[in-house]
């Protein structure tokens, strides 16, 4: 008996639908190109094979049907996978026992196998290999007496150990494409996990980059308007500044959203104006000034330019605490260190207190997503009230380079 080796062929992913693989993937249900390639190959070796073999029986019709039935079963291995691999070695076996030229007829079984291994049917896979084994040990060396053609002997040893060298080749390459198949699946689940958490992350980056931008900009544009209101008819040059201030917090508010926005429309392109740092420290500190707050402004160690995720984050986290003063605090004053120390930086935000309302602030999402930029770069972020009153916001964001600035 020759051995024949084959191409694993379409895989099929178990309970679900048909997946492209990286060895071969199928474009339909029904794989009709592969099946009609092999019954091809099978027709016309075993036809050559013939020559050589003038003591077997002579091919005719039986064993044309014979040779094309186990393509026609191999139409359907991606569904049937288990059916189909039994099906082909049962074929196989009609074939030998008949008597007929050896030849490629085994390759349906060579296919038929490797796509049951690889779609999880091993026990069938394996069943049908020793059904084709045994069966041709039997016919070979017992049964050749009653079975044609005329005057056949036994089968030598020799060839034997040919053959279950290749069933066990068969089994070992199976074996093969069920790992590669099984590893391919996992590394493509793992990468569409990693894209799911990096969308994410993404909208929760930019969920809370809305928020920090909306939540200080509406705090001073709340605390003008009111002012503005109170001294509509009383001073009314007050009240102008107050608008004043509020065209300026707005306009400053749209341009923040409409850069966030921007990232979103342009994915993967580089933004077109650069994130607020803490260069932008004295612009925060004046919009502060005018919703009425007073913030005094510390910096210990030499100050330096921050990486931009670094620089990002501490001003956000300073510019959330001091709105958290202006919307929670009856304090009109505020106090922020800013702490440079090799490869941290250490942000503090107090105020005197109390908590409007006679309420301690330190809650909601605020809070949430200072921690949350913090973590993002291996920091953390305390929020309490003070033993002597008050309240005070530490922050501790580590950082890798950065330059010292003048």
């Known amino acids: 008996m020759h051995g024949f080796t084959g191409e694993p062929g379409p895989w099929h992913r178990p309970g679900g639908r048909w997946r492209e693989m990286p060895f071969g993937p199928p474009r339909s249900a029904v794989p009709w190109p592969s099946s009609l390639a092999i019954a091809v190959v099978q027709l016309m070796g075993t036809g050559f094979a013939a020559h050589d073999q003038p003591a077997r029986v002579g091919l005719g019709p039986g064993a044309g049907a014979l040779l094309l039935a186990g393509p026609a079963l191999l139409l359907l291995r991606h569904r049937h996978p288990g059916t189909v691999v039994v099906g082909t070695a ?60 005329d005057g056949d002997g036994p089968v030598g040893w020799e060839q034997e150990l040919g053959i279950t060298a290749w069933a066990m080749a068969i089994v070992a390459a199976s074996e093969l494409v069920r790992v590669r198949r099984e590893r391919w699946v996992r590394e493509r689940a793992e990468r569409e996990a990693a894209a799911r958490r990096r969308a994410d992350e993404e909208r929760l980056r930019i ?27 009383q001073d009314p040059e007050q009240a102008r500044t107050a608008l004043t201030t509020i065209k300026a917090a707005s306009k400053e508010a749209l341009g923040e959203v ?108 605020g809070l949430v997503g200072m921690r949350e930029r913090a973590a993002a770069l291996g920091g953390t972020v305390a929020a309490g009230p003070r033993p002597d009153g008050g309240f005070r916001v530490r922050a501790r964001i580590p950082f890798r380079g950065g330059s010292q600035t003048p």
Do not use: K
């Open 90 to 149: 049962a074929v196989t076996v009609v074939y030998i026992a008949a008597g007929y030229p050896y030849g490629p007829v085994f390759l349906s079984v060579v296919f038929a196998c490797v796509a049951a291994v690889a779609a999880g049917r091993r026990i069938a896979a394996w069943s049908a290999l020793g059904l084709l084994w045994g069966s041709h040990l039997l016919i070979g060396h017992w049964l050749y007496r009653w079975l044609p053609p």
């Open 207 to 233: 969920a809370r980059e809305l928020h920090d931008v909306l939540a200080h900009s509406i705090s001073v544009i709340n605390v003008q308007a009111g002012v503005g209101l109170a001294l509509l008819d």
């Open 258 to 365: 409409r850069q966030v926005l921007d990232t979103l429309r342009t994915s993967g392109a580089a933004p077109r104006s650069p994130a607020p740092g803490l260069d932008r420290l004295a612009e925060l500190t004046g919009q502060a000034a005018d919703a009425g707050l007073a913030v005094r402004v510390e910096v210990e160690g030499e100050r330096r330019a921050l990486p931009p995720g670094a620089d990002l984050a501490a001003f956000r986290i300073v510019q959330e605490a001091l709105t958290n003063i202006v919307r929670h605090s009856s304090s009109r004053n505020a106090h922020v260190l800013l702490r440079y120390a090799p490869g941290e930086l250490e942000l503090r935000v107090d105020d005197d207190g109390p908590a409007a309302g006679g309420e301690v602030t330190g809650g909601g999402n």
